[in-house]
């Protein structure tokens, strides 16, 4: 049912979601970071072939496949909603609207502009970036209140528990293990590993620090804000990671 419904995989679940379900499937979000960072990941090693840029190009629109842009929605409202600087009840309404205003649609582009061009150069970082915009989504789930009462929002706000946090990190962690390995050479790579770890928790907790300018506005977080804590926090680990892989 949660792959269904954060993915577009072709998989049977129910027709419908209720509340119970949906809190106990947030459990399994970890896991469908991986999973689509499986794909993003093997897509990214076109490389080899492609050059980096046509290879960061096919791995992000393979991502926007898989999960339908859902998160990048949340983006572009979240943006437009702060981005007009108005008062706590104006700003819930703008979220709520689907249409995307100016900034929405600048938001976007500089996404996409911005994933390309850190996943060209972040190497096997394009194997676990899914998987940090989920964990951020439980941090932020966890940390924040739910601002608007009712609906998916706050299923998720009530539904995350302090040990999926935990399990997402450890499971972040035995996959940057696996990235940071060597196989040609059967190695532990050490300053890889630390590479991984120390863009997953800067890009986390500098999505918190944003997320919590935002739930200050208006007293806690939303959907669409939950969204854009995805896609912040892979934008900011991409950049981190492959701004450190240049330096090593």
Same mark, same amino acid.
């Given at each position: ?17 209720? %509340? ?9 979000? =970890? ?20 050059? =980096? ?23 572009? +409202?979240?943006? +437009? ?7 706590? %009840? ?29 996943? /060209?150069?972040? $190497? ?5 970036? =899914?998987?940090?915009? #989920? ?6 789930? #966890? ?5 608007? =009462? ?24 035995? /996959? ?7 196989? $040609? ?6 300053? #890889? ?19 919590? #300018? ?16 995805? %896609? ?9 990671? /492959? ?6």
């Amino acid at each position: 049912m949660m792959l269904s419904f954060f993915t577009r995989i072709p998989v049977k679940a129910t027709d419908g979601i209720d %509340e119970a379900a949906y809190k106990k499937g947030i459990a399994h979000l =970890p896991v469908i970071g991986l999973i689509i960072g499986v794909a993003t990941g093997a897509v990214s090693l076109l490389a080899v072939w492609t050059g =980096p840029y046509i290879a960061a190009f096919l791995t992000l629109l393979v991502y926007f496949l898989l999960t339908g842009g859902l998160h990048a929605d949340g983006l572009a +409202d979240t943006v +437009d909603a702060f981005g007009a600087r108005r008062d706590r %009840e104006k700003t819930l309404e703008i979220l709520k609207d689907s249409h995307t205003g100016a900034f929405g649609v600048l938001a976007l582009v500089m996404l996409v502009v911005g994933d390309i061009a850190a996943l /060209a150069g972040a $190497g096997r970082a394009a194997w676990l970036f =899914p998987l940090v915009g #989920r964990t951020a989504a439980l941090l932020t789930g #966890r940390c924040f209140n739910c601002a608007r =009462p009712g609906g998916l929002g706050q299923w998720f706000v009530d539904g995350v528990k302090t040990v999926h946090i935990i399990y997402s990190g450890a499971l972040f962690a035995a /996959a940057a293990a696996a990235a940071a390995i060597d196989y $040609g050479h059967m190695a532990f790579d050490a300053a #890889r590993f630390a590479v991984l770890m120390g863009a997953f928790v800067l890009a986390a907790g500098l999505t918190l620090l944003i997320v919590s #300018r935002f739930a200050k506005r208006i007293g806690g977080v939303t959907g669409d804000i939950v969204g854009f804590s995805v %896609e912040a926090s892979q934008l900011v680990f991409l950049v981190l990671a /492959a701004s450190a892989q240049a330096l090593l």
